[in-house]
Structures are given as C-alpha cells and as structure tokens.
C-alpha cells in the first residue's frame, strides 16, 4: 500500500498484490486513517468488478457513519452496477470532488 496524506484526507493506493491482500493491510492499518476522508485508489487492478467493491461496503458504512467520506477509485466498473452505498469516482479528481461536496453537504446538515 502506498499513503498519500494531505490535510484531512488519505489516499491509499493499491499496489501490485492482490485485492484480499490489499483488504487485509488496509483492515490492520484503518485505525491510522480512520479520522481522515479516505480514498482507495484501486486504479492498478485492471480486472475488478462491482462485486468486488462489496468487499468494502461495511467498512464504507463505518466511515461515513462516523462523518467522513470513503470514496473508491476505479475505472472499470459499471457504476450501474455498484451497490448504492458505495460511492465510486473514475479519477483522482473526481475522488476529491466528491469529498469536497460531500463536506458542503456535512457543513449544511443534509
């Protein structure tokens, strides 16, 4: 795993092992990030599919219910396809924006 921490927010980047591997690590090292907007950066598994994203779904319901955003980075799943708990961006980019109106959102109470 590769940490990227910025302000208030964490990019966590999967390396080149495999997606339990990475769940693993990641489940070891939360309680270091769990105050922060985390962002999974999943960009380098070529041949991820929604139901893989499952894998995530209760540590997403976690953080957010702890008023933080948990936001997936792939570019190829079917977003059609995601649970809908799940919010899942296909860049970097989109990743922080996502965070940043999700935080107007926390600021407005809605």
Not at 11 to 28: A, C, H, M, P, W
């Amino acid at each position: 795993m590769i940490i990227d921490r910025q302000e208030n927010t964490t990019v966590i980047t999967q390396e080149n092992v495999s997606l339990g591997k990475f769940i693993d690590r990641l489940d070891e090292s939360y309680p270091k990030y769990k105050n922060d907007h985390l962002i999974l950066n999943l960009l380098s598994l070529s041949k991820l599919t929604a139901n893989d994203l499952m894998e995530f779904l209760e540590l997403s319901r976690d953080h957010r219910k702890a008023g933080k955003s948990f936001v997936i980075v792939t570019d190829t799943v079917n977003y059609n396809d995601v649970h809908e708990e799940l919010v899942v961006a296909p860049t970097l980019k989109e990743a922080y924006d996502v965070i940043e109106m999700e935080d107007i959102e926390r600021d407005l109470d809605f």
